[in-house]
């Protein structure tokens, strides 16, 4: 056997290191993180701005002018944090798989690693939960800058922990389904019919529990997964605000979690392998 | 069609039996019943029209498609069974630029390999030593939007070759490239084939299939039609091997001249062609005479310069074209002869080779572009 200076294969020259799916995992989920912390500022830019004109429109403008009382800013910045969660999730999935999938390809090269398919989409949700998460936290500094001082409590901190990490990953397991069902001729009406309907049915601006005088949108509302993220985390942060029981939020978050992971990665396997 | 071990009992690269691939909602299956084996270091060419089967052949045995039936695997690593597996064993060069357009040109070739488990050191190593081989080093670290495609192409090959794959996989490795990075590529194939790099590749280019490829095997509406080197496909085509001769013949009818040399030992038949001679010359006699192959094609020669001028009446020119079970050249002398004896004057020899155009028209009765 002769060896090669170069690094090329040679059918009999040394094979490569043992990796393993895990390993693979890692660095593909290390691929999105160093793209995402290389343009970090205009990620946040990104998943920040609407939030924040949220919270200063409805929780700086609105009661400043007396339109909307002072204590709803402690029911608006649960609602918000909820929102940006679960929104970033969605996006972080849904948007890079669509182009992925119908124009760039460049998923392609992740999807011939030595790693199970199935895996490369959980490393889209981690990813995409990651994002997720620090954006909702971002909202902390963000809310204190805008109102002054934001509603937090340190008995709270678990069920806080827990709701925006279920809320990260119910909003990226969604984003997965809407990003390989959605054919990309349809991407921009989906968007419109999807996106904005749940910013509003998800129980960010209100209570749930308010709602008895409007029972059809209760409902409504009720269909929305954000809602439970929305009043877990009024129940970690605000406990005096009526809310659901968090025991209700986590289950309904639990099942949503695992139903729309499983079907996501059905619909990722069948774009990712004909 | 022979499949399996070769001849000296090595396992082969790439082995597919009896595959099938019928898509969804598919009427027809796109692969149908595909057997072929890819010896280490070999390039294997698959040859064939837009639609023939080739991608998803590749597509299956790289694991982004998944078989209906048969098998297919990868150094005895079934593609279906164990597709995380056979990942590591293969590389594929796609028809579309995929690059990573996040990253540049280095860290494409970085993350590729850490994707396949390369350590680190090695991996700096590879890409190093493999941007400076395909002429990229300067623009290592340039965004891949702003290549061409044969530039593209380029990283990606090279990309390819960052987990040291058993087989390289080309799907129509030169489709839209201009000329120059056209052989490039070719130079490159040649490259790794001689360092003993499995390559398998589709085109539907045959110039490309016969300068490349080991072994070619074509491919129409999902059924490999042939397999055999280059060579022999074209060797296995009896009368599609042409001598074409000029002669002036000295104002007597051609008919006897044509019938002597139809009957010499090795022509197959004979056929009168078009004359640059003047007005009025004989008719055509071809059809009369047409084999199964029915006068199509065949002769590769260029058109020689005419004969006599036009000016002498009495001499007319004859163009002949023969179809040869054999090899033209020993045909020359047996022809010669026979023309002397008629007392026409030979003025032209042309030997026209079979290409592998003429082996697919042969095989599917139709052109390949």
């Not at chain 1, 639990?254 to 774009?271: D, E």
Request: net charge neutral.
């Amino acid at each position: 056997m002769t060896t090669t200076t170069s690094p090329a294969p040679t059918a009999t020259g040394p094979r490569r290191a043992a990796g393993g799916p895990g390993r693979a995992f890692l660095a593909v989920l290390w691929r999105d993180l160093y793209v995402t912390g290389r343009e970090l500022p205009v990620f946040l830019a990104q998943v920040v701005l609407q939030p924040l004109f949220l919270l200063f429109v409805f929780g700086k403008v609105l009661t400043d002018l007396g339109f909307a009382q002072a204590g709803y800013t402690r029911v608006l910045f649960p609602g918000i944090v909820a929102l940006t969660a679960f929104v970033t999730g969605l996006q972080s999935t849904a948007f890079p798989l669509v182009i992925d999938f119908s124009f760039t390809k460049e998923i392609e090269d992740r999807l011939l690693a030595p790693l199970p398919v199935g895996m490369v989409a959980v490393e889209k949700v981690v990813f995409a939960s990651l994002r997720a998460l620090l954006a909702a936290l971002v909202m902390l500094p963000v809310g204190i800058w805008i109102l002054g001082s934001v509603p937090w409590r340190a008995s709270g901190v678990p069920l806080f922990v827990t709701i925006l990490v279920l809320g990260c990953l119910v909003g990226s397991c969604l984003g997965m389904i809407m990003g390989t069902a959605v054919p990309p001729n349809r991407i921009n009406v989906m968007f419109a019919l999807i996106l904005t309907p749940l910013l509003f049915t998800g129980a960010s601006q209100y209570p749930w529990a308010s709602l008895d005088h409007l029972p059809w949108f209760q409902v409504v509302t009720a269909c929305n997964p954000l809602t439970y993220v929305s009043e877990g985390m009024r129940a970690a942060l605000v406990p005096e605000v009526p809310h659901m029981r968090p025991w209700v939020s986590v289950l309904v978050l639990v099942v949503t979690i695992v139903v729309s992971l499983a079907v996501g990665i059905r619909l990722f396997l069948r774009r990712a392998v004909d | 069609m022979e499949v399996g071990v070769d001849g000296n009992g090595q396992v082969p690269v790439v082995e597919v039996r009896d595959l099938v691939k019928r898509y969804r909602k598919a009427k027809v299956n796109a692969v149908d019943g595909v057997s072929f084996a890819v010896r280490r270091g070999e390039v294997f060419g698959l040859l064939g029209p837009n639609g023939a089967g080739k991608t998803t052949t590749v597509g299956i045995l790289t694991t982004r498609v998944r078989r209906t039936a048969g098998m297919a695997s990868v150094s005895g690593v079934d593609v279906g069974v164990d597709p995380v597996r056979a990942r590591g064993l293969v590389a594929v060069v796609p028809q579309r630029n995929n690059l990573d357009r996040s990253l540049s040109i280095r860290q494409n070739l970085l993350f590729h390999a850490a994707y396949h488990g390369v350590p680190a050191a090695e991996r700096t190593r590879r890409a190093d030593a493999l941007l400076k081989e395909f002429g990229l080093a300067e623009r290592a670290d340039d965004k891949p939007d702003m290549f061409s495609g044969g530039q593209a192409q380029r990283v990606m090959v090279a990309r390819a070759l960052m987990h040291a794959p058993e087989v390289l996989f080309l799907d129509e490795p030169t489709t839209g490239l201009d000329p120059a990075a056209r052989l490039f590529v070719w130079d490159r194939v040649r490259d790794l084939k001689a360092r003993g790099v499995t390559i398998v590749l589709t085109t539907h280019d045959m110039d490309e299939a016969a300068e490349l490829a080991d072994r070619v095997g074509i491919m129409d509406h999902g059924k490999l039609l042939a397999l055999d080197t280059p060579a022999a496909l074209t060797r296995g085509l009896p009368g599609r091997t042409t001598l074409e001769v000029a002669v002036v013949l000295d104002g007597t009818p051609p008919d006897d001249l044509l019938h002597e040399l139809g009957a010499l030992h090795g022509v197959e038949r004979v056929e009168q062609v078009a004359s640059a001679g003047p007005p009025g010359g004989w008719p055509p006699m071809g059809e009369a005479m047409g084999g199964p192959m029915g006068g199509a094609m065949g002769g590769q020669a260029d058109g020689p310069p005419s004969g006599p001028p036009a000016a002498a009446v009495v001499q007319r020119e004859l163009r002949a074209r023969l179809y040869l079970a054999g090899d033209a050249p020993q045909l020359v002398a047996p022809v010669a002869a026979v023309v002397a004896n008629h007392d026409a004057q030979l003025t032209d020899v042309a030997i026209g080779s079979p290409s592998l155009e003429d082996v697919f028209i042969a095989l599917t009765g139709r052109a390949l572009r």
